[in-house]
């Protein structure tokens, strides 16, 4: 069987592998993307984790669910009367899978606009060959392909806990979370993370009594403490029930659900009983199956490709980006690493600061952050100043009946440079996007605080907690 030849082979079409492969074709090269994950017929479904079962249906759910709530619960002030209120949770669930089809096929039509070869199947490692390195696609039609560069961008998996696989009826991951067929009375989560806490939303707005056990004595402990706290407060008054400090023992199926033996922070035996059990305790890098021993691939202990600062790995013209190296494993993270790899493979200077890289979490409130937490501040000794400003005291938060949470800057205490900026509220995830520009760019606090900001519109917040650095907000 003849081997087809490319200049870039790309394993993986999650946001870095899809992105790396269409920045490589813009700049001349012949790229072929191998992607593996199939939809319910069978077919192509390119875009990993984040489209299939991450990021994209996550968010159809919350927007659904949140509608739901709205309806439920606050629609009556705005003087909207509802009555008969139902739930057709298939039609919902319906929906998302259609918003996940929407997303696998507009990345097709992105790889034949810019003429990227898709295969679908596992990609993995041969053997190193002339002119590269010969990768083999198993998949219903078996290929055998030869790339000059390798960019491997096969992802993350969900981590069980130890003696509890996921059988995606009872314990489930993200995936089994996604799917569930109906509303259970009892949800467990372990793990308060982003994930976690985005699918215990869901589930508690459409009618779930949901419990979160975290290992972690503190709450959200990558964030900024003072919005955690705030964050904490508002989930709590919604009704998730959230016990921090446990240690999770024994986890047992059976017909009636899923039993969790725990010790709670005062090492008091207790134990949970739930119809489903959400376990989110982070993921791991996906190398299984990739057979990068192969050609003596170099992997860490935790099965992540070993790359230096510029992605790249312990072999010539090997690439890897997104979950599977170091970083935040995060979509657009590796949507920014695969554009610099595929510039870097042209022999460009591809850029990625991870000081500027934003995190969002979209519970409602949403909370997002960039740059560093106060706390961070604290431990390195460096000088700072802070702003605050609530959403109680804007007028665009009122009028939309949303007025938890606060912007929050910090500055360095000499140059005024924005060192971080946090935020709890209402549209957090596109509000934060203003201070990654800023941040990017080394302005200072004072900056944002001299712009126009729209009347009224949420980003007058912002303005505001730039002011308050200064101790002059015109607003509270």
């Known amino acids: 069987m003849m081997s087809k030849q490319f200049d870039v082979i790309v394993i993986g079409a999650g946001p870095g592998g899809y992105i790396a492969a269409i920045r490589a074709a813009q700049l001349g090269y012949q790229v072929a993307c191998v992607d593996e994950w199939k939809n319910d017929k069978g077919g192509p479904a390119p875009g990993g984790?984040?489209?299939?079962?991450?990021?994209?249906?996550?968010?159809?759910?919350?927007?659904?669910?949140?509608?739901?709530?709205?309806?439920?619960?606050?629609?009556?002030?705005?003087?909207?009367?509802?009555?008969?209120?139902?739930?057709?949770?298939?039609?919902?669930?319906?929906?998302?899978?259609?918003?996940?089809?929407?997303?696998?096929?507009?990345?097709?039509?992105?790889?034949?606009?810019?003429?990227?070869?898709?295969?679908?199947?596992?990609?993995?490692?041969?053997?190193?060959?002339?002119?590269?390195?010969?990768?083999?696609?198993?998949?219903?039609?078996?290929?055998?392909?030869?790339?000059?560069?390798?960019?491997?961008?096969?992802?993350?998996?969900?981590?069980?806990?130890?003696?509890?696989?996921?059988?995606?009826?009872?314990?489930?991951?993200?995936?089994?979370?996604?799917?569930?067929?109906?509303?259970?009375?009892?949800?467990?989560?372990?793990?308060?993370?982003?994930?976690?806490?985005?699918?215990?939303?869901?589930?508690?707005?459409?009618?779930?009594?949901?419990?979160?056990?975290?290992?972690?004595?503190?709450?959200?402990?990558?964030?900024?403490?003072?919005?955690?706290?705030?964050?904490?407060?508002a989930f709590v008054k919604q009704g998730l029930k959230i016990e921090l400090g446990v240690k999770v023992g024994d986890v047992k199926t059976s017909k009636k659900g899923v039993s969790v033996a725990y010790a709670n922070a005062k090492g008091e035996a207790q134990t949970l009983e739930v119809d489903k059990l959400i376990v989110s305790i982070g993921r791991v890098p996906n190398t299984t199956g990739l057979n990068a021993e192969a050609v003596g691939l170099k992997l860490d202990e935790r099965g992540a490709i070993v790359v230096d600062d510029d992605c790249k790995a312990s072999l010539p013209n090997v690439w890897a980006v997104g979950d599977v190296v170091r970083g935040p494993m995060l979509a657009h993270k590796a949507e920014e690493e695969g554009v610099a790899v595929a510039e870097r493979i042209a022999g460009q200077h591809g850029h990625v600061n991870f000081n500027t890289i934003p995190w969002v979490i979209y519970t409602s409130p949403e909370i997002a952050w960039v740059g560093q937490t106060e706390q961070q501040l604290k431990a390195s000794g460096r000088a700072y100043k802070a702003g605050t400003f609530p959403f109680l005291a804007n007028g665009r938060a009122r009028a939309l009946g949303d007025t938890t949470g606060m912007v929050k800057f910090l500055a360095d205490a000499t140059t005024d440079e924005i060192l971080g900026v946090h935020i709890v509220g209402p549209m957090a995830s596109e509000l934060i996007a203003e201070a990654v520009v800023a941040m990017e760019f080394r302005a200072s606090s004072e900056d944002i605080a001299r712009i126009c900001h729209a009347h009224p519109s949420l980003s007058e917040a912002t303005k505001e907690a730039a002011l308050a650095v200064d101790k002059r907000t015109l607003n509270f």
């Not at 919902?92 to 679908?120: A, C, P």
């Not at 190193?128 to 219903?140: L, M, Q």
């Not at 991951?173 to 259970?184: E, T, Y």
């Not at 004595?217 to 955690?228: H, K, N, R, S, Y």
């Open 49 to 233: 984790t984040c489209t299939n079962v991450g990021c994209i249906p996550s968010k159809a759910l919350l927007q659904s669910s949140e509608h739901f709530d709205h309806a439920s619960h606050h629609f009556a002030e705005h003087g909207i009367e509802v009555k008969g209120l139902g739930l057709d949770l298939a039609r919902m669930i319906g929906r998302k899978d259609t918003v996940v089809k929407q997303n696998n096929d507009g990345i097709l039509y992105l790889f034949k606009k810019n003429k990227v070869t898709f295969f679908h199947g596992r990609g993995s490692f041969v053997k190193a060959a002339d002119g590269g390195y010969e990768i083999k696609v198993a998949g219903t039609a078996e290929e055998t392909l030869v790339g000059k560069h390798i960019v491997v961008a096969t992802g993350s998996s969900a981590r069980a806990l130890p003696g509890a696989p996921f059988d995606e009826q009872n314990i489930l991951s993200n995936d089994g979370a996604l799917r569930i067929g109906a509303v259970p009375k009892k949800l467990g989560l372990i793990g308060s993370g982003v994930i976690g806490l985005e699918m215990g939303s869901v589930w508690r707005r459409l009618g779930a009594e949901v419990t979160v056990l975290e290992g972690l004595p503190t709450f959200l402990g990558a964030v900024d403490e003072q919005i955690a706290r705030e964050a904490h407060k």
